[in-house]
């Protein structure tokens, strides 16, 4: 059965050319430019994703994944937060401090789309299968389904995209995980057009901080490969 996408946006043209492209990729799209009526959808639609832009009206963006994301009923839905507006350093991070699961900045690819909701999907049914199950490691506890970390105990605080490449790692310890895995698993990017490696780099380097130093030891950088939970 195709996955069904949520699409908002009040952007009439740009909507219709985004419903196209998804659903000539197999996927089935429910579609509103008004944020309120987005929030409806999702609670009747009951879609495996939504794709909201933040310049909305009715209930902006913000508001709308807020909303999706406090409530028992939708909180399960994904997110992925789309912006020509909302596009500084500080947006982007306000964006995931609403609930968002990924943020792409206008303009952009509708390939870049595609492999950020596919990646996002993947995140997701990942959590529906075997791997909802807790992850312990040395008293480190890592819960997909409830998006939580503690160690020792106490819970330790990652931003989503830590989480996900700590759960990644976890997953497949012991592996070399390439730099591109990497980036296309946990980011959604298309390597056909982006290879930033230091994107990496910068979210171990905060989880090693963020982790102490016995879990900093484990995450190894085996140069010219990747990286590896040991």
Known sequence: MPKKIL???????????????????????VFTDNGSEALMFARDSKPDLIVADVELPGLDGFSLC?????????????????????????????????GADDYLTKPFS???LAAKINAVLRRYGTVSGPAARKIREQGLELDPAAR???????????TRKEFDLLTLLLEKKGRILGV???????????????????TVETHVSSLRKKLGTKFAARLVSVVGHGYKFE
């Open 7 to 29: 699409l908002v946006e009040d952007d009439r043209k740009m909507l219709e050319v985004m419903r196209r492209y998804l659903e000539n990729r197999g996927f089935s799209v």
């Open 66 to 98: 807020k909303a999706i994301k406090c409530s028992a009923e939708t909180a399960g839905t994904p997110v992925i937060i789309i912006s020509g507006g909302k596009t500084e350093d500080s947006d982007i991070v306000a964006g995931y401090d609403k």
């Open 110 to 112: 509708f390939s870049v």
């Open 148 to 158: 939580a970390v503690k160690l020792g105990g106490k819970p330790v605080a990652l």
């Open 180 to 198: 591109p895995y990497m980036l296309e698993t946990v980011w959604g990017y298309d390597m056909a057009t982006y290879d930033n490696p230091h």
